[in-house]
């Protein structure tokens, strides 16, 4: 079945710093989304992208819709002790459930 | 809307005994499906229902795993007899539709089987 390659696995950053993580598949999607789970809690959606190339920022997080469908990015700029957690891709086909990546955990040195 | 629910948010049991997870999705979702999350292999989808109907139970791992929607605003997934290999956090979701709307997570079981 599909599956989506999300990474880095981990990431260890200062407070301030900026993150970058990034989703890619074999094959294409209609929908990205993103979610973040904090410890003890189940994934809450933070972005949703809808169309090739879509650019979208909430607050501090920016994520992309990838041209050729394949990948999306999110970016956290500024980090901030509460941005840990893990953070998982999902790309959306219309007609099968989401697929999710494996997640990456983020930790935040204060 | 409260959201999804799901109870218990722990449940440890010992091994050979039956356990039942229960949840209810968001009213007027017509999508509930069933995760389990694990260190190892992250989220696996077991089971997804539509309109109360079971739809691709492919991701339950073993007959032992079996879950059911009487109606439209409550599901179980049971495991009879539970392993201790069926330790993990186990996930309820609901959305509008199958993969091109957002899935709305509840909070989780946390299954430990000893």
């Known amino acids: 079945g599909q599956q989506l390659n999300q990474s880095p696995q981990s990431m260890f950053i200062q407070e301030g710093e900026d993150v970058s993580m990034n989703c890619t598949s074999s094959?294409?999607?209609?929908?990205w989304l993103w979610y973040k789970q904090d410890p003890g809690e189940g994934p809450v959606l933070l972005i949703a992208l809808y169309k090739a190339g879509e650019l979208t920022s909430n607050g501090r997080l920016t994520a992309q819709f990838g041209i050729t469908r394949k990948d999306s990015f999110l970016n956290i700029s500024a980090s901030i002790p509460s941005d840990v957690g893990i953070y998982f891709c999902a790309g959306g086909l219309g007609n099968t459930p989401l697929v999710f990546g494996k997640g990456t955990r983020l930790s935040v040195i204060a | 809307d409260a959201g999804v629910i799901q109870s218990p948010r722990h449940e440890v049991t010992e091994m050979g005994q039956e356990v039942t997870l229960r949840c209810k999705p968001i009213?007027?979702?017509?999508?509930l499906f069933w995760y389990r999350q694990t260190m190892m292999r992250g989220l696996e989808l077991l089971i997804y229902f539509n309109n109360n109907v079971p739809i691709d139970d492919s991701g339950m791992p073993e007959d032992r795993f079996s879950a059911k929607m009487p109606n439209a605003s409550f599901s179980t997934l049971k495991i009879q007899p539970s392993e201790p290999r069926d330790s993990a956090v186990y996930f309820c979701a609901s959305s509008l539709n199958v993969g091109g709307a957002e899935a709305f997570f509840g909070q989780g079981t946390r299954l430990t089987v000893v």
């Open positions: 009213s007027g979702h017509d999508y």
């Open positions: 094959s294409i999607f209609n929908t």
